[in-house]
């Protein structure tokens, strides 16, 4: 792939854009020596405007959502997108949140660029854990564990049995869920099926890997050994 697309496939601006950066001597080799638009690719040897370049197809990161940003690329209000380097929204191939977290949901949620890997983390196949917590307008009633345990709660509107879930109680109005699933507002609609309401949630954990000490609204790229821990689910 010629140099010129490369730039353009990670956001730096269209064909025409990115054509002129070169003519104006903006990239360069890491040595400083002026690179040219048809310049064989070298990914990690090339720099804009003295800077490395952005990481390349195959990017995976991990990001701690704030309340109030949609996992969407159209929203008229805040979005995911809004937390990372504007070029990101530009990339092709994609960058694709991997599932979605509600607008006031927080914690862990995984971008990639990377369909199959995107398809591997979602397939319930994978049966990935992904770890709720709930804070509760009411009081827990005490049946909750059994009956998301159960493998037979119906959601309203739904021909399907939720999995079996687990729930660890945490407060009198305070839940840990573990769910092998994720459909539409589930974890609101599981507590509203019991006559209560998530008042706030959010996802520590998906697999093996958590947020660590990645602070709100942060971002960070993902590496080889994140994945392993991703994928090595083990007890939730
Ligand atoms: N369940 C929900 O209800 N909301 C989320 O954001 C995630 C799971």
Redesign the pocket.
Known sequence: MKLVKHLANLGYGSRKEVAWMFREGRVTDANGEVLYADDPLDHDNVRVDGEPLDPPPGLVLMLHKPAGYTCSTRDPGRIVYDLLPPRFRLRNPVLSTV????R??TGLLLMTDDGQLLHRIVSPKSKLP?V?EAELAGDLRGDEAALFASGSLLLEGESTPLLPARMDVLGPRRARLV?HE?????????FAATGNR?VA?H?PRIGGLDLGDLPEGQWRPLGPEDLQRLFATGDA
């Open positions: 599932g979605r977290l509600d006031d949901t992904k709720y769910l994720g459909r539409y507002h589930q974890v609101r609609r599981m998530v949630l996802r």
